[in-house]
T-cell receptor
Framework: GDSVTQMEGPVTLSEEAFLTINCTYTATGYPSLFWYVQYPGEGLQLLLK?????DKGSNKGFEATYRKETTSFHLEKGSVQVSDSAVYFC????????????FGKGTKLSVIP | DAGVIQSPRHEVTEMGQEVTLRCKPI?????LFWYRQTMMRGLELLIYFNNNVPIDDSGMPEDRFSAKMPNASFSTLKIQPSEPRDSAVYFCASRRTGGNQPQHFGDGTRLSIL
C-alpha cells in the first residue's frame, strides 16, 4: 500500500537558518504530493503541492520538488522565521480513482529568535 | 471564500454523554472526510462521504461512533456513549472529487471526555 515517511522531529532552528524536512514515499501509479502545515490550535493548511515528476511546488518561501527517481518530496526554505514554527505533514494522493490522502507522521519545527 | 466550518471548537463533557460534532464543507465540494488526531496515533481517517453517501467507514473505531451527511452542506459525527479515550481533536475536511484536488481542513473540535 501507499506510505509516506518523513523525518522525525522535533526540529529546532534559529531564525534565518536553512530548513530541510525530508519526505519519501511509496505509491503505485502516479501520485500527487502535498505538504500541509498545522499551526498550534488550528487545522491543517495546504502549503504546496506537485502533481507530476519534476514539478516544483512553492509557497511563502517554501519549496519542494517531486523527484520520481528518488521517490522524494523534501521541503526546503532558505531562511526560516519564528512564525514558521508549526507541524509539517507530507502527504500523497494516489491519483485517479483514489480518495484517500496518505499522511506522514508530521515533523514539529520550532524556530527560536 | 469561506473555509470548512466546524462547531463547536471545544467540547468538554462527562463520560457516557452523547457528543455531536458538526461540519459545513466548502460550497461545491462533494467529498467530505472526518479525521481524528491524537498524539499517540496521529491523524486517522474515520469516514469518507462522496455526494453525501458514506463510501468508506472502515476507520470508525466502534459502534459508538456514527456519522451522517443529510445534505451537501452539513455533516455530523456523533459519539454515544462517549468515553475518556475518545478525547482527541476531530477534523472535518472537504475537496472537489477528481483530479488532484487537495483536501481543505476545518480548524477542528477539541474534545475532552472526563
Amino acid at each position: 500500500g501507499d506510505s509516506v515517511t518523513q523525518m522525525e522531529g522535533p526540529v529546532t532552528l534559529s531564525e534565518e537558518a536553512f530548513l530541510t524536512i525530508n519526505c519519501t514515499y511509496t505509491a503505485t501509479g502516479y501520485p500527487s504530493l502535498f505538504w500541509y502545515v498545522q499551526y498550534p490550535g488550528e487545522g491543517l493548511q495546504l502549503l504546496l503541492k506537485a502533481t507530476k515528476a519534476d514539478d516544483k511546488g512553492s509557497n511563502k518561501g517554501f519549496e519542494a520538488t517531486y523527484r520520481k527517481e528518488t521517490t522524494s518530496f523534501h521541503l526546503e526554505k532558505g531562511s526560516v522565521q519564528v512564525s514558521d514554527s508549526a507541524v509539517y505533514f507530507c502527504a500523497l494522493h494516489s491519483g485517479a480513482g483514489s480518495y484517500q490522502l496518505t499522511f506522514g507522521k508530521g515533523t514539529k519545527l520550532s524556530v527560536i529568535p | 471564500d469561506a473555509g470548512v466550518i466546524q462547531s463547536p471548537r471545544h467540547e468538554v463533557t462527562e463520560m457516557g454523554q452523547e457528543v455531536t460534532l458538526r461540519c459545513k464543507p466548502i460550497s461545491g465540494h462533494n467529498s467530505l472526510f472526518w479525521y481524528r488526531q491524537t498524539m499517540m496515533r496521529g491523524l486517522e481517517l474515520l469516514i469518507y462521504f462522496n455526494n453525501n453517501v458514506p463510501i468508506d467507514d472502515s476507520g470508525m473505531p466502534e459502534d459508538r461512533f456514527s456519522a451522517k451527511m443529510p445534505n451537501a452542506s452539513f455533516s455530523t459525527l456523533k459519539i454515544q456513549p462517549s468515553e475518556p479515550r475518545d478525547s482527541a481533536v476531530y477534523f472535518c475536511a472537504s475537496r472537489r472529487t477528481g483530479g488532484n484536488q487537495p483536501q481543505h481542513f476545518g480548524d477542528g473540535t477539541r474534545l475532552s471526555i472526563l
